[in-house]
């Protein structure tokens, strides 16, 4: 009876030893993804000059559109404003635009077209951005 202990022992420092030998198919390293740029969204900029609003589309492949809207529901406006073109991050909250505006006005039926750049920020404490030139109209998510 003397052996029991020794034995029981053994028989528990075998089982952790083993168990630490066990395989598994998980890699060691931890894959942590990766964070998209908060400016890759669905947003809504209101003017409030203007009274307009216009939603945007900013993408993973570094493109964004966008299209102007009626601030009032139900509304149409008596134009078409679209906006297209590529965004690039310039430093951190920091983004260029550069792009093309497409305009079309239903009373004079005249369309046209014109190139564009600005400067974005992005606020990560609201969660918004803003026209570099224009703090105070921001760009909220949809």
Partial sequence: ???LP???LLLAILTIFL??????DQSEETIVPQKEDPIINAW???DDTRNTKTNYFFNK??????KEVSPVPNQE????VYFRGSWEKTSE???TIIGEIIYHDFATDIYGQD?????????PYSNTMYFATDPSNRFVTM
């Avoid at 492949?61 to 966008?66: K, L, V, W």
């Avoid at 406006?77 to 078409?80: A, I, K, M, N, T």
């Avoid at 190139?115 to 606020?123: A, C, M, P, R, T």
Wanted: hydrophobic share 30%.
């Fill in 93 to 95: 909250n920091h983004y």
């Fill in 77 to 80: 406006l008596p134009y078409e």
């Fill in 61 to 66: 492949d570094y493109s964004f559109i966008g």
């Fill in 19 to 24: 168990a630490g030998c066990t395989s598994s």
């Fill in 115 to 123: 190139k564009f750049s600005d400067k974005l920020v992005y606020d």
């Fill in 6 to 8: 020794k034995l029981l």
């Fill in 44 to 46: 809504v900029y209101t």
């Fill in 1 to 3: 009876m003397s052996h």
